[in-house]
């Protein structure tokens, strides 16, 4: 008789998991309420099909009770709610062989298009004896686009939510972005939220953020005079104003030398500098 295995549902809810109980995803909080509900929907139901022949199918409540807390969490996670509140806003019934189920269901809606629906649960936990195994043919899967290329082909502004001719605007590092406040525009603290050093914005939205820039950000790649670098592989940090010296002194500029051209592409990227041009009139002017 088929039976599922008990450290199969183990090894199931294990993703689903940490710290001994239902835990959130930080990788899935970037997307849209109806991917989140998708993905773990398409992962549940996955199992549970292949197991619905099965004698004992009832026990994947426990993966559908794990899977279900761990998706309420990552949606709370990301509209900074509690799961109680989630599990109101998506909760719906299902019509299905054995009646009406519980389910917790996203919609997504499309302009002159039905609303894409994905739905969690409402898969009755019994055994299917008329299910047959079907084994379809392999589908050739074409890698996808990267995910900024699809964003710039939806011709869409992230900022101000119009559809237009679009560009991109990118910043080197997150910190550049600066801390919530006053101070951090509105461009900023959206990009923040996504944790994303890409923004698809319209050609007013981009010549606005220009025109707006960070007041709090941290010292910019072009400010290295204030970033940390190890000298001379010692394993101590040391602040560029420790290397300058005196106006005419050599011995400030030739040490920075040694020390930019010794410390390989990684001190060239904290300073800003290509590393073709290590040392150039400019720099020993800078630290002298």
């Keep these: ?19 001994g109980k239902p835990w959130h995803r930080p990788g899935l909080e970037n997307l849209d309420d109806y991917d989140i509900v998708r993905i773990y929907a398409a992962e549940y139901r996955g199992i549970v099909n292949y197991y619905l022949l099965a004698c004992n199918v009832w026990r994947l409540a426990t993966l559908r009770w794990n899977a279900g807390t761990s998706m309420l969490k990552t949606l709370a996670g990301k509209h900074k709610s509690s799961v109680a509140k989630m599990a109101a806003r998506y909760k719906a019934k299902v019509i299905t062989g054995d009646g009406p189920r519980t389910c917790f269901e996203a919609r997504l809606q499309r302009k002159g298009k039905k609303d894409l629906i994905a739905r969690f ?29 699809d964003r710039l082909r939806r011709r869409w502004c992230e900022l101000c939510d119009h559809g237009a001719t679009v560009a991109v605007h990118h910043v080197a590092r997150l ?114």
Excluded at 6 to 13: G, L, N, S, Y
Excluded at 126 to 149: F, G, Q
């Design 1 to 19: 008789m088929l039976r599922v295995p008990k450290d199969v549902i183990t090894a199931k809810c294990a993703p689903y998991r940490h710290q």
């Design 175 to 288: 910190a550049q972005l600066g801390t919530v406040g006053p101070g951090q525009p509105a461009w900023a603290a959206l990009m923040a939220r996504k944790r994303r050093k890409t923004l698809i914005v319209c050609r007013p939205c981009h010549d606005h953020i220009h025109a707006n820039p960070v007041a709090n950000a941290a010292q910019s790649l072009e400010s290295p005079a204030h970033r940390k670098v190890p000298a001379g592989f010692g394993g101590r940090l040391r602040l560029f104003p420790e290397f300058s010296r005196t106006e005419g002194s050599s011995a400030g500029t030739q040490g920075c030398s040694r020390l930019v051209s010794g410390s390989g592409p990684w001190v060239h990227r904290q300073l800003g500098m290509p590393c073709s041009a290590v040392v150039s009139r400019s720099w020993r002017a800078a630290v002298a």
């Design 121 to 149: 649960g409402g898969i009755v936990l019994k055994r299917d004896k008329r299910a047959v195994i079907t084994d379809p043919a392999p589908v050739p899967v074409h890698p996808p686009r990267k995910e900024l290329i």
